[in-house]
């Protein structure tokens, strides 16, 4: 779905819906909403407690000619401007707009919201709220036999200060920043859920290569898409072992954006892009499986964070590098117990072949160190153990760096994504060694979430590292709130304010 967001009364459009925030203290205050007998109605509503102005709270009110527009949507709200309830508000609104059949909607700005705070400025606001309404109208598309016909009207946003809104010079300018800013983060959280979203037989490790290399060629970044024999010629043993057991052999894809020439340090993004992972010879379960299609997810995040990148053009350079796959049990498939010599001339024994995604990223992580990283970001969808531990409300840390990691927490907290940093204690390490070899892929059940980042860490050198676990966030069975059921697009935004924050 494409929207039109707009600021001001300037639109020669009427509006379907008017969408007014009211707070329990107005309600309380006999405070003026919109039109006195509509404001009666408001008022009979939470005298009866259907519409008490809880934050999210939602009612539609048909307007029976009396304003603009069809019907005012009533939305609770707490009164003040905080950027995780506006992104809340943003997409509890939006589900409300997309069920009333909204084409054109003005939504009315309080004065809290156009004159922001510390900790939510104007821009701020603008995006946050912006972000809720795309983010919160999204749905998983759907293969149908019979196509319905394709909507390309946008939808159109207004943004309208209330009547009694005093506005300085900057407000419109500092609106429609955020509205931009707001549209671009959402637009590429949607592509790496579109991305993720995709079924296994669709999206094969070639094809997410098309993809990175589409992005590549549209924002000017140099390309790098190493095939199976290049692969082989790097020395590539661990991205080699895990995609040979399927006929759609791997990839390695490196992007480079360079916005900062003069400058030495280098970030690295690095996703984690199996695009089904069925364990190989260590077989998942049937059940769930179907979800495997966003094993990918990482690399979903990398790539929506290049193409916001590539629209705001910071002034950092970011080396983005993604190890595609397919984890098949084959009779060429890795098995319990092989050792392989990974690109940093590691050894590895594998113990479980369905600890496939760090041994894609030992050498993932590598190709970066070698392309001159200085700074190393991996996102994975690596471990049952992180839900276990943190459920589906929070992605799960671990690092060589604290300063690096909490810079990654303060960009996770602005865009609405929890991260939570696990312990690194030098003892999980010992639960990697191995008798075969320098190490092995799994460490055991115990602190699953911890070793799984702390065997990425291992080929990290002694760049600064942080490893973002997404398996319990990347990928939900209903939608809450902005997330949307299936893949979420989680890290896309918290990469992209990490990065563009930089320059």
Sequence with gaps: MKFQFTYGANSAQAPDVVVKFISRTQLENDAAFIQPQLDAEIRRLHARGLFTGEKGQKEAIATLGLHEGSGVLAVG???????????????????????????????????????????????????????????????????????????????????????????????????????????????????????????????????????????????????????????????????IGVGKGSSNPPRMIVLHYEGAPDSKEVWAIIGKGITFDTGGISLKRAEGMEEMIGDMGGAAAVLGAMRIIGELKPKVNVLAVIAAAENMPSDRALKPGDVIVTMSGKTVEVVNTDAEGRLVLADAVTTAVQRGATRLIDVATLTGAVETALGNLATGAVGNDELLIQDVIRAGRQSGERIWPLPSYPEYKKQLDSDAADMKNSGGRLGGAITGGLFVGAFAEDRPWVHLDIAGTSWLNSARNWESKGATGVMVRTLAELLSSRG
């Excluded at 390309?152 to 943004?159: D, L, P």
């Excluded at 309208?160 to 959402?186: H, I, N, T, Y």
């Excluded at 790496?192 to 000017?220: C, F, K, Q, S």
């Design 77 to 239: 709200f707490s009164g003040g401007a905080a950027a995780d309830e506006l992104r809340d508000l943003g997409a509890s609104a939006a589900k409300s707009l997309k069920k009333l059949r909204a084409r054109a909607v003005k939504v009315l700005l309080p004065q809290s919201l156009l004159q922001g705070t510390a900790d939510c400025q104007p821009e701020r606001a603008a995006q946050s709220l912006v972000e809720g309404i795309v983010l919160g109208w999204y749905e998983r598309p759907k293969r149908k036999a019979k196509h319905a016909s394709t909507e390309t009207e946008a939808i159109a946003i207004q943004f309208v200060p209330e009547a009694d809104v005093q506005e300085d010079d900057s407000a419109a300018a500092r609106w429609s920043s955020g509205m931009k800013r707001g549209e671009l983060f959402a637009d590429g959280a949607i592509f790496a859920r579109d991305l993720t979203n995709m079924p296994g037989n669709e999206l094969v490790p070639e094809g997410l290569a098309e993809y990175a290399e589409e992005i590549g060629h549209r924002y000017d970044f140099d390309v790098e898409i190493m095939d199976e024999y290049t692969i082989v010629e790097h020395g590539m043993g661990g991205l």
